[in-house]
């Protein structure tokens, strides 16, 4: 499996972005998909994933203002980021699960909340 991660990028406090990637290869084992992300001196933090029946799950610190969506189709996930906040920086790191596969990681993307 291969994770195509995008869209990370600086934003200004209170803004938004949009993560998205996009699985390839081996996928139809895939299960859940999801995004982690790590700060320096800091363990990987689970922001956010979904399963494929569309079951979400959120870190507390980004309830109410991440939203993560999948298209099985496309074999894809979007994390929606809004009302973003400086601790929300961090490099973000896709992330798919399935029984059968094991883990898979993409490469980080940068995102950068600016005060």
């Known amino acids: 499996v291969q994770l195509q991660a995008s869209g990370g990028g600086l934003v200004q406090a209170g803004g938004s972005l949009r993560l998205s990637c996009a699985a390839s290869?081996?996928?139809?084992?895939?299960?859940?998909m999801g995004w982690y992300r790590q700060t320096p001196g800091k363990q990987s933090e689970l922001v956010a994933s979904?399963?494929?029946?569309?079951?979400?799950n959120y870190a507390d610190s980004v309830k109410g203002r991440f939203s993560i969506s999948r298209d099985n189709a496309k074999n894809a996930i979007h994390l929606q980021m809004n009302n973003m906040k400086t601790e929300d920086t961090a490099v973000y790191y896709c992330?798919?699960?399935?029984?059968?596969?094991?883990?898979?990681w993409g490469q980080g993307t940068l995102v950068t909340v600016s005060s």
């Open positions: 992330h798919v699960w399935g029984l059968d596969i094991g883990d898979f």
């Open positions: 979904i399963t494929k029946s569309g079951r979400s």
């Open positions: 290869g081996t996928i139809s084992g895939i299960g859940v």
